[in-house]
């Protein structure tokens, strides 16, 4: 293998896998909304959209492994149900999201056609590519990242030269927590744990090299990808902010809507007519390669789980792509608000998981890893009734917990339970 080519295409991969599930539609209207806060709004955004995903895939190529070593600490039955979880909550929101995503920005715009054939259409061609996995990697990093990349720079670098460089009032209170709580909606966390694996067994099937080399490459390609990211997210969210007294959007639009006209509108302001079809073949390369890398993922797993079964992997598969149909005709709104409740949960034990499988074993025992995530489970308790049933005793529960009022109750009860049982291991291992 050539190591610089291959960080180069593996950091492609990685970044196409990541930047999909409508990601492209979620940071113009944060940074419209941001106006003149979009820095410190960017700022939030990158911690969970950019640097947990990057600091994932690190801890993946640490390990070296699949889904399941991220949780095993805890126990083997935690780790199995966490994995199950993970990806049916992949497979039923950001695979769908990606196909709804699509037909709004890339589809409806030019057809009259239910969403459904959309999906069907879309699906159809993922399972292609699941079930020929072994080109994957050689055709999203060599081929199609690269053309998803130098559009979306032509789109912003444009963006800039043709905006007024002035944003509106700030609609945010609280704009770097705003920004932290978007970043969920990327799903790139998830996304991370995920797609990691994949990427693992793809260049597992390509090379025979030695962990340590793979280790490498893979937290070299990581760290690109971070960085590809990193440009985009905040091109994006500062386009949204610069442009937003150039359009007033329509309130009594749903934020779908918002989201597609903003982005139609700056891809049309900055490349004229042709704005359109350009935006419209980003959207569909961009979401496509992330449900691929989802539905694949998946189909690994429980073939893993079943003695490397190939009619499993292509069951799963099917499966997985009949779920992306029957969900990805809804629109692209209504599956984030569904998706708020199930992330205020996942997310929270994703990123305890992630650091704590990145730290030394001397900072990381199983016990710390038990410790954790159970404080962390307990926490994130509250942000999801609150969402589902809030109420008067919950506010005042929420008012006794630091960063509750913002759904980050989590932080500092985790940190606290790191900090209590490393030292305790710590010094428990010394005596």
Request: charged share 10%; with cysteine; glycine share 6%.
């Amino acid at each position: 293998m050539n190591n610089r080519k291959d960080i180069l295409f593996i950091g492609f991969a990685l970044f196409s896998l990541f930047f999909g599930a409508g990601n492209l539609l979620l940071p113009p209207l944060l940074g419209y909304k941001a106006g003149d806060d979009w820095f410190l709004v960017a700022i939030g955004f990158i911690i969970t959209a950019v640097i947990i995903p990057i600091v994932g895939i690190i801890a993946h190529a640490k390990l070296q492994g699949t889904l399941f070593d991220f949780g095993k600490k805890v126990s083997p039955t935690f780790s199995f149900a966490y994995c199950i979880l993970i990806y049916v909550i992949a497979v039923a929101l950001p695979s769908p999201r990606t196909a709804a995503a699509t037909h709004e920005i890339a589809i409806a715009p030019l057809f009259e056609i239910s969403p459904i054939y959309t999906s069907s259409l879309y699906f159809s061609l993922v399972l292609v590519f699941v079930i020929n996995r072994s080109t994957i990697v050689n055709l999203i990093g060599k081929f199609l990242t690269p053309i998803i990349v130098f559009i979306l720079l032509l789109v912003i670098a444009i963006g800039f030269f043709h905006s007024e460089m002035t944003a509106h009032t700030p609609t945010f209170k609280t704009p770097f927590v705003s920004g932290i709580l978007e970043g969920y909606q990327t799903f790139d966390a998830i996304a991370a744990v995920v797609v990691g694996a994949v990427i693992i067994i793809s260049i597992n099937n390509l090379s025979s090299a030695n962990q340590a080399f793979k280790r490498d490459l893979i937290t070299k390609s990581g760290i690109l990808a971070g960085i590809g990211l990193f440009i985009i997210y905040a091109g994006l969210i500062a386009i949204g902010a610069y442009y937003s007294s150039q359009f007033e959007l329509n309130s009594s639009l749903s934020s779908d809507m918002q989201r597609a006209n903003l982005l139609r509108s700056i891809a049309t302001s900055s490349l004229g007519g042709f704005g359109n079809s350009i935006l419209s073949v980003l959207m569909a390369l961009a979401c496509f390669t992330t449900a691929v890398g989802i539905v694949t993922g998946a189909a690994d797993y429980f073939k893993g789980l079943c003695n490397d079964s190939q009619i499993v992997y292509a069951v799963t598969a099917v499966l997985g792509c009949m779920i992306g149909i029957a969900i990805g005709q809804l629109d692209f709104n209504s599956i984030v608000i569904i998706a708020i409740p199930i992330l205020l949960f996942i997310y929270p034990i994703t990123i305890v998981l992630i650091f704590l499988n990145v730290l030394p074993e001397k900072y990381a025992s199983p016990l710390v890893f038990k410790a954790v995530v159970l404080v962390t489970f307990v926490f994130t308790i509250p942000d999801i009734v609150g969402f589902i049933t809030p109420s008067q005793t919950l506010s005042r529960v929420n008012s006794c917990i630091p960063l509750a009022e913002f759904n980050l109750g989590w932080v500092l009860p985790a940190l606290l339970t790191l900090l209590t049982f490393s030292l305790f291991s710590h010094i428990k291992k010394a005596t």
